[in-house]
């Protein structure tokens, strides 16, 4: 059975930092993509960041310098340091692990994290 399991978020003020993981299990983690992704109130869900099996990262141009995705094949998990962060970063975050060929595409998600920035 597979499992995306995050942890780290909260409430923090504006220009804080916060550290989300999620851990995966039940996959071969090191072949899998793993992302991020968010979905604030009322709006439709966003990729983040995305980091490639063979380590190649793309972000989204409002996270980019502030931000940064990371992952360890060791322990089955991937990080994302949140730096800087504005009150329109507030949204339930949410791990993803993908695979896929011409053939197959395997698609998981986590249950979510809240964070919210405010004062």
């Known amino acids: 059975q597979v499992q995306l399991v995050e942890s780290g978020g909260g409430l923090v003020q504006p220009g804080g930092s916060l550290r989300l993981s999620c851990a995966a299990s039940?996959?071969?983690?090191?072949?899998?993509?793993m992302g991020w992704y968010r979905q604030a109130p009322g709006k439709q869900r966003e990729l983040v960041a995305r980091?490639?099996?063979?380590?190649?990262?793309n972000y989204a141009d409002s996270v980019k310098g502030r931000f940064t995705i990371s992952r360890d094949n060791a322990k089955n998990t991937v990080y994302l340091q949140m730096n800087s962060l504005k009150p329109e970063d507030t949204a339930v975050y949410y791990c993803?692990?993908?695979?896929?060929?011409?053939?197959?595409?395997?698609?998981?998600w986590g249950q979510g994290t809240q964070v919210t920035v405010s004062s």
């Open positions: 039940g996959i071969i983690f090191r072949a899998y993509a």
């Open positions: 980091i490639t099996s063979g380590g190649t990262t």
């Open positions: 993803n692990a993908d695979r896929s060929s011409s053939t197959y595409k395997y698609d998981f």
